[in-house]
Structure formats: C-alpha cells, structure tokens
Nanobody, 118 residues
Framework: VLLVESGGGLVQAGGSLRLSCAAS????????MGWFRQAPGKEREFVAA????????YYAETVKGRFTISRANAENTVYLQMDSLKPEDTAVYYC????????????WGQGTQVTVSS
C-alpha cells in the first residue's frame, strides 16, 4: 500500500499551496486519513484529518481557519488546501493513514517540503 504526495513547494507568506495524497488501495476508503508535519529540530505534529465515511474533519489549532482538508473518495485521494501561509508552517508534510484519535497509523507518504518565506 502506498501513499503518494504531491504539491509542496516554496511560497511567500500569505500565499497558498495545495497538497495531494493518493492512496494505492481502495481499502483506505474506510480509514481516516490526513497530514502530519515536521519542522527542522521539532517533533512531528498533527495537522489535519478527514474521515472518509462521514467526512468529519479535524484540525490542529495552529492551522484552523487557514487550512482545509478534503477528499475525493472515488480517487482515494486526500487534499490539503493551505491558505494564509506563515513562515512557521515551513516543514515536511506527510500523508498518513489510518489516523485514530489523531494518532498516526502505520502508513506514511514520502513527505513533501513546504517552505514559506517571510
């Protein structure tokens, strides 16, 4: 089972980026999927998650109101729309499943770098 991310890059503060995570197996449609991130010298932290069956969404307080997670079940894909980006959002972003009680599961994507310049 693979999680393949795309969409990272360099953006100025206040800008936007959209990350995508495509899962190789349809079994992921039963899971909550989402994103974690890790900045240099810091621990990996939860960012956002979405339940595939109900569509319920969960956000870290630091991104609430700026990031939006969504999914396309037919394509086994999860998206993270990141708006009003701040330099402190700079990190490697990892797709993950299955997320249970905001705790990461065993499947990780390869990571995609997001850099926000001031």
């Amino acid at each position: 089972v693979l999680l393949v991310e795309s969409g990272g890059g360099l953006v100025q503060a206040g800008g936007s980026l959209r990350l995508s995570c495509a899962a190789s197996a349809r079994t992921f449609s039963a899971f909550t999927m989402g994103w974690f991130r890790q900045a240099p010298g810091k621990e990996r932290e939860f960012v956002a998650a979405i339940a595939f069956n109900t569509g319920f969404t969960y956000y870290a307080e630091t991104v609430k109101g700026r990031f939006t997670i969504s999914r396309a079940n037919a394509e086994n894909t999860v998206y993270l729309q990141m708006d009003s980006l701040k330099p402190e959002d700079t990190a490697v972003y990892y797709c993950n499943a299955p997320i249970v009680v905001l705790t990461p599961g065993n499947y990780w994507g390869q990571g995609t770098q997001v850099t926000v310049s001031s």
